[in-house]
């Protein structure tokens, strides 16, 4: 069968089963469409939980950021599962104790203040936005590559299955549709890795497989990489780095800290029926998580590998010792119709050269070899995953599978994300603040349409993705980190931290990460408006705007206390929840009153 | 009163040094042994893996898991040995 009709039948098949359970699983009350109704098993709502969190960023581009950055790139493998050990001993006992809805109702009732509260949610749907637009580009590109539609068409029929699963069933729906979705992701992920570590080292645990020598045993395979990648003048495999150790450092720090701040994560903890089993279900989403974070140190090595010697067949520098391009296989022809890859024959010779023509000692001896610079002009990292399997050489199922899977990704997360903004708009800003009166029956049909509402809007941001879209991931992270994590955590940890002081905390910590952010890429991420003129990259202490939010964190932990210090401690009640939150004795199933 | 005040402030100081130790464990393997050592531990290595990189890219994430259940099972028995399990 030729490749588009599987990937139909694949993602057909994925699709039919999420409307499905979303027709079994509908929310009769604010408790199910909210928080599940809190009976979800800790196992499931660790899955849940693992697709919820990874998006199609984890899916398609965190492969591709490892391939390039190799050992610099750990930063995001540490960071995106270091959050979870914070989250469990940290955060997700105590919000479950807490046993309300949302994040922002949290941080009203600790602060006893309305205002805390709605700043809360102006962070919680910043970040939630800014995030899923990302997917819903996801879900376009995924569409447009395998199913040969255009970007609109793949994007409508996402839409039309989130708004179906997520609007009837709420967290409910999302749930069991969630954990569907992982198992479709992780398969996709995991099958085609063992392919290629079996055909490379002949090892088919990947986790091993890079850890192996090569299936001639003639070196371990890091080895091999190290030395071909730095035969054409790339920086070595296992030891190059992200900025220096201090831009790894803290944007490691930022990762971890956001993730543990991201609000459609944190009510994730809200659903299970106890606190004991809110620190087990942390446990069961690392798990899940990890079975595609350690893969994916793989899945970068060996289509690294893959691509290195596809394109330099033979010894560097002889005459035909690399790829000519009239000879050059399917899936190079397929990404360069997407624009994703580009070639430029500047010497030719119609052959492909691709070596670092920014590292001047190679530079020099490939003039030599009469090569005139790289001719790989463009090769998009988000492409590696997609394009792995043919790499590889895979049978077409599995091509079609891993498209089913990038969706299922880029899916699980979104619908998350909504309910995160549909909660805090129908749940905090309505029944919170504006009209405390409203029925639950009114309550939950407003959630629905807020839900809706917010399909809506990402789906209009996702067909016209503002041009700022590449950099808001910085924000996404940033607010989570700067703002969401310290107050939550100061809440629990700090008896004595005060409404003035969280406020003044969450200010000071969300302004500096957004004037970092925006010095380097303007106002709004207008390009030209750096209110300070040009200070140089990454100015301070050789730190990159993605990975400023540590700092945020902790300049909201340092004006928070210093504010507490100087201002009324919080009433005798607060202190009292406080102590009342920190043991789980007495926690009932989560409710929104 | 008096009695189950001392109660939760044990519980929850016995919490906080669980919790010190766990996350110190945190900071070591991704921190120290993944970033700040990695070069020194890069001098070893085992089976294909120089040491520093089998942290930074596997290793800090297994502990990760390890640490997680350890913690929620020690902090199960000790809201039982405090008489403040849910159960």
Known sequence: MDLQTLSYIFVGATFALYLGIAFWARAGSTGEFYVAGGGIHPVANGMATAADWMSAASFISMAGLIAFNGYGASVFLMGWTGGYVLLAMLLAPYLRKFGKFTVPEFIGDRYYSQTARIVAVVCLILASITYVIGQMKGVGVAFSRFLETSYEAGLFVGMTIVFFYAVLGGMKGITYTQIAQYCVLICAYTVPAVFISMNITGNPLPQLGLGSSLADGSMTMLDKLDMVVTDLGFKEYTTQKLGGTLNMFVYTLSLMIGTAGLPHVIVRFFTVPKVKDARASAGWALVFIALLYTVAPAVGAMARLNLMETIQPGPIGAPDGNLVYEERPQWFKNWEATGLLTFEDKNGDGRIQYYNDKNPEFAAKAESFGWQGNEMVQVDRDIMVLANPEIAQLPNWVIALVAAGGLAAALSTAAGLLLAISSAISHDLLKGVFMPEISEKAELNAGRIAMAGAIAAAGYLGLHPPGFAAGTVAIAFGLAASSIFPALMMGIFNKKMNSQGAIAGMAAGIGVTMLYVFQHKGILFIPGTSFLGDMGANWFFGISPNAFGAIGALVNFGVATMVAKVTAPPPEHIQHLVEDIRVPKGAGGATGH | ?87
């Open chain 2, 1 to 87: 009163m008096s009695d189950s005040n001392g109660n939760a402030a044990a519980y929850w100081s016995a919490n906080l040094r669980l919790l010190t130790m766990c996350l110190v464990v945190w900071a070591i393997v991704s921190y120290g042994f993944g970033i700040l050592l990695v070069e020194p531990l890069n001098a070893i290595q085992i089976g294909g893996y120089k040491l520093g990189f089998w942290f930074a890219q596997q290793g800090s994430i297994y502990t990760f898991l390890v640490l997680v259940f350890f913690y929620a099972a020690r902090m199960n028995s000790l809201d039982r040995e405090f008489g403040v399990s849910e159960d």
